[in-house]
Nanobody, 114 residues
């Protein structure tokens, strides 16, 4: 069974940056479209960024120009560079394919606060 492990979260001040990583234990990582999702406490999990197998990317408006998704197919890893962080970015961040095909990992908590 594929396991997804997210890391890189933490506490950061508004305007700061974090880089999240996700490692998949599955094979054929490069075949899939991958995404980052986030979940604010008490709310639904939302899609925020997607990267296709060919490298094309897509972002929701509220992270566009601040977040950058990337992938390394050789290492089975997905990354999310987050810049200009805002308090409203506080959430647990998850990775999964799009659509989500694999069991969700534990996510990584990002807290943006002064």
């Amino acid at each position: 069974q594929v396991q997804l492990v997210e890391s890189g979260g933490g506490l950061v001040q508004p305007g700061g940056s974090l880089r999240l990583s996700c490692r998949s234990s599955g094979s054929n990582f490069g075949v899939y479209t991958w995404s980052w999702y986030r979940q604010v406490s008490g709310e639904e999990r939302d899609l925020i960024a997607t990267i296709a197998g060919g490298g094309g990317t897509n972002y929701v408006d509220f992270v566009k120009d601040r977040f950058t998704i990337s992938r390394d197919n050789a290492k089975n890893t997905l990354a999310l560079q987050m810049n200009s962080l805002k308090p409203e970015d506080t959430a647990v961040y998850y990775c999964n394919s799009r659509p989500p095909l694999f069991p969700w990992g534990k996510g990584t908590q990002v807290t943006v606060s002064s």
